[in-house]
């Protein structure tokens, strides 16, 4: 009998069992998406999937666990050299702690050659094919890297890279290179020019760096992630004695953008035997904390605010619209949960591909509806397919389910009145805001709603009759006559955006939605403009009310601009209001 065989033969029978392996279907888009649970990935267990690069070629082994929905963080893994994806999996836990954290784990096996180089690019391939929506949604926001053995060194080279892509990294042991091949890579690389795109450059990243004992490359290593992460110089220490380098109390910024969070961890003593659930957990709930938002000039970094825990303040919601169960998130101020007061509301639309639970944490609007006494909704949109054979549940307002369109308004109506039956909402303010899809959403409540909404503002998004790139529903009869604007849209944005507006000759989408929008309000085409970094103004008034208001970012792609919650509301939104008879006021001032 041929033993070694018959070895291999048992050993893939229990890790085909073991590792839950599941064959994708030739087709997603003959998979039906259950709309009782349309927010559930539809593909879960273990799976192969091709990488390729112009230097090279590799695979991924693919894990997703029972509790991974789309838009959850996702994990990628250099595993070392010696043993195979399958193997490394199963003997150190890593499907047990997928399955605990809710992570999407995705390993790649460190090749010998090069010292990481050909994996470190395939980690940048990974980067970009985890996010096509062939078989799943994964957000920039939520990626992170661990390297174990020999794959620490191509993970290490990634970070040098493409630190600001990543929202953290753990490097578990054989920390090998010299410093100076890691810092090749120019500071500013990168542009922003694309929806998904890489950003190239470096910044403060949550970095884990657990070795064996003290070395000179350690040493180099936490002292390039000091630099980069601007941390103190005396560590403090948890309960297992790891070293934690805190960022330094000073900045010359405030927090709003980028927030300086990012620590740098050792540990010594530790050994790949060690490796466990537990441990993984341990490192995880550090370098898991934060997330990127893409943003001007760089993405951001701030700690992760979600939703779903209550300490965060939000109550879930849902309904079921049109056979399709609808979900949202609630924001109502602490101090005023139980007041007889009648509150403005706020609707918050997210992105194609994001989510509610998402743009709760990206926006800061419930920190915005916190301290200025609103109450804050963050719906979740419908479906949409963007591939021809590809995943079926992206998310996108006004989407296609079975090649029927959807409308979403008749959702938006039926969670504002669900709200109205529970809270004291002042129905004369309500407002409508969001980013790229969830703009085009802003646009068509300003269209479809205009007995709702009493301003709106779209941000990196909008639509308007004719227009090619977001088309307004069929039937769409209600005029926009009266109804305030108040939009900001990136320098950079190749869509939604331009260098300065131009609505005497039109020549981009911009120029012919403001053009729109003007004539419909009978605005004198003249406009003020004033700029105050990073955002330029242009406002249009009518009788001196700025009915509508475009602000421009530098050096910001089709992106969240930080402060747009803030200064929408500010600026814009509170000062106006619309009474039971349709009328609209400015500052008190009826229109």
């Given at each position: 009998m041929d033993y070694d065989n018959l070895s291999c033969i048992l050993r893939e029978d229990y890790m085909m069992k073991k590792m839950k392996w599941v064959v994708l279907p030739e087709k997603q888009c003959e998979v039906p998406v259950d709309l009782m649970n349309p927010e559930k990935c539809q593909v879960h267990g273990a799976f192969f999937m091709d990488l390729k690069t112009e230097e090279t070629q590799g695979r991924m082994l693919i894990y997703i666990p029972e509790l991974w929905n789309n838009n959850d963080p996702v994990l990628v893994v250099a595993s070392p050299e010696s043993i195979t994806e399958e193997e490394f999996m199963l003997k150190h836990e890593i499907c047990e702690f997928s399955e605990k954290q809710g992570v999407l784990i995705a390993v790649i096996r460190t090749e010998?050659?090069?010292?990481?180089?050909?994996?470190?690019?395939?980690?940048g391939e990974a980067y970009k094919k985890l996010q096509k929506r062939e078989y799943f949604v994964a957000m920039q926001d939520c990626f992170y890297a661990m390297g174990f053995e020999e794959g620490s060194q191509a993970v290490m080279k990634m970070m040098m890279v493409m630190g600001n892509d990543w929202s953290g990294a753990a490097f578990w042991g054989k920390i090998t290179n010299e410093a100076e091949t890691w810092m090749k890579p120019d500071r500013d690389q990168g542009t922003q020019s694309e929806e998904m795109f890489i950003s190239g450059k470096r910044g403060q990243l949550p970095v884990w760096l657990l070795q064996e004992k003290e070395t000179e490359e350690l040493q180099q290593a936490k002292?390039?992630?000091?630099?980069?992460?601007?941390?103190?110089d005396i560590p403090v220490y948890d309960s297992r004695k790891t070293e934690i380098y805190l960022p330094k109390h000073l900045s010359m910024v405030s927090s709003i953008n980028d927030a300086q969070i990012a620590q740098v961890r050792v540990t010594l003593g530790y050994s790949i035997e060690q490796l466990s659930e537990s441990y993984l957990s341990y490192v995880w709930n550090y370098i898991g904390a934060a997330r990127r938002h893409r943003s001007y000039g760089k993405k951001v970094l701030r700690y992760y605010r979600d939703p779903a825990n209550r300490e965060n303040g939000a109550e879930?919601?849902?309904?079921?619209?049109?056979?399709?169960k609808r979900e949202w998130?609630?924001?109502?101020?602490?101090?005023?949960?139980?007041?007889?007061?009648?509150?403005?509301?706020?609707?918050?639309?997210?992105?194609?591909?994001?989510?509610g639970q998402s743009f709760f944490d990206i926006t800061d609007m419930s920190l915005v509806a916190e301290e200025r006494g609103f109450i804050?909704?963050?719906?979740?949109?419908?479906?949409?397919?963007?591939r021809p054979e590809g995943y079926?549940?992206?998310?996108?307002?006004?989407?296609?389910?079975?090649?029927?369109?959807?409308?979403?308004m008749p959702f938006v109506r039926a969670m504002l009145k669900n709200l109205g039956e529970r809270q004291n909402i002042d129905e004369e303010r309500i407002y409508a805001c969001g980013q790229s899809s969830g703009g085009y959403m802003t646009a068509c409540c300003a269209f479809q709603a205009s007995d709702i909404f009493a301003a709106v503002a779209p941000w990196s998004g909008?639509?308007?009759?004719?227009?090619?790139?977001?088309?307004?529903?069929?039937?769409?009869?209600?005029?926009?006559?009266?109804?305030?604007?108040?939009?900001?849209?990136?320098?950079?944005?190749?869509?939604?955006?331009?260098?300065?507006?131009?609505?005497?000759?039109?020549?981009?989408?911009?120029?012919?939605?403001?053009?729109?929008?003007?004539?419909?309000?009978?605005?004198?085409?003249?406009?003020?403009?004033?700029?105050?970094?990073?955002?330029?103004?242009?406002?249009?008034?009518?009788?001196?009310?700025?009915?509508?208001?475009?602000?421009?970012?530098?050096?910001?792609?089709?992106?969240?601009y930080a402060e747009e919650s803030r200064i929408s509301y500010d600026d814009f939104l509170c000062r106006f209001k619309k009474d039971a008879s349709g009328e609209r006021y400015y500052m008190g001032r009826k229109l």
């Open positions: 010998k050659e090069g010292h990481g180089e050909k994996t470190a690019r395939l980690l002292t390039y992630w000091m630099g980069e992460n601007r941390a103190q879930y919601h849902q309904i079921v619209v049109d056979g399709m998130y609630e924001y109502i101020p602490k101090r005023l949960k139980n007041t007889e007061k009648r509150l403005p509301v706020v609707v918050v639309f997210h992105g194609r591909g994001g989510n804050a909704l963050f719906p979740t949109a419908d479906l949409y397919q963007i079926r549940a992206v998310r996108l307002w006004n989407g296609n389910y079975n090649g029927k369109n959807i409308d979403s909008f639509t308007y009759p004719g227009s090619e790139i977001l088309k307004l529903p069929d039937n769409v009869e209600n005029t926009i006559a009266g109804m305030p604007w108040y939009l900001l849209a990136g320098k950079k944005d190749p869509s939604f955006g331009a260098e300065v507006p131009n609505l005497l000759n039109p020549q981009c989408p911009l120029d012919y939605f403001l053009r729109y929008v003007a004539d419909e309000n009978e605005l004198n085409l003249e406009y003020d403009t004033y700029e105050c970094y990073p955002i330029t103004y242009y406002i249009w008034r009518k009788k001196e009310v700025p009915m509508l208001t475009l602000g421009l970012v530098d050096d910001m792609p089709h992106a969240n």
